[in-house]
């Protein structure tokens, strides 16, 4: 009896062993791969334009440490700058249609131009203790007086002009797109003249005159 029990338990120590080999391993799992960020494009940079030395070239308007919000708001803010200024100055060729593309902006755009106004407030509440408004009223000021141009006018017109016809084609809320791919081109307008615009004036050769030679009195 005590050699049939060592028996079965032999018997049944091999079944379960086979069982325990014949059951399949567990697998595992992969690790997950985190996916890789994408970082944004950085925006295009405008193509570098000529200049033309000896021209006035107006100062640009900066604002002091902006959020990427405010960054926007400025650019669409110069933008309608620009584009009231040419408005002004560029009614001798109706092809610009400068005032046309200006009323257009504001009918299309005005939801963008009163956000940007408001974060532009905003800012200068935000980074001067006392005076914001004012502030923000200068700020106006300046940004007409950064494209008052003489020397660049046809240039300018010109610049103004694509961009018054980008921002018609714009999709509502799109304005500061457009505002931060245009207004670095019209600043570049306000630095060159092109020759095609009559201005160019050529530098005068004039001659050289030495001094005449001593006369010598006959003896």
């Keep these: ?3 049939k029990l060592i028996l079965w338990a032999s018997v049944g120590a091999v079944l379960m062993a086979s069982a325990a080999d014949a059951a399949p391993a567990k697998r595992k799992r992969p690790a997950r791969r985190v996916p890789a960020k994408v970082l944004a494009k950085p925006a295009p940079k405008p193509p570098t334009l000529p200049t033309t030395p000896g021209i006035m070239v107006p100062k640009p308007v900066n604002l002091s440490k902006p959020t990427p919000a405010e960054a926007r708001a400025h650019a669409v803010w110069m933008l309608r700058a620009a584009m009231n200024v040419a408005a002004l100055q560029c009614q001798y060729s109706p092809f610009l249609r400068a005032v046309d593309n200006y009323n257009q902006m504001l009918r299309k755009h005005g939801a963008d131009l009163v956000h940007a106004q408001n974060v532009l407030i905003g800012h200068f509440n935000r980074t001067m203790k006392r005076g914001g408004a004012a502030a923000f009223d200068r700020y106006n000021t300046r940004s007409y007086n950064s494209f008052s141009t003489m020397d660049a006018q046809y240039n300018f017109c010109w610049a103004t002009g694509q961009a018054g016809l980008a921002a018609r ?5 799109g304005l500061s797109t457009i505002a ?3 207004v670095p081109l019209v600043r570049a307008a306000l630095a060159y003249v092109p020759p095609a615009a009559g201005l160019m004036v050529p530098a005068l050769s004039l001659p050289t005159f030495e001094p005449p ?3 010598v009195a006959d003896d």
């Design 1 to 3: 009896m005590h050699n």
């Design 180 to 182: 931060l791919e245009q």
């Design 169 to 173: 084609l714009a999709s509502v809320g």
């Design 213 to 215: 030679a001593p006369i």
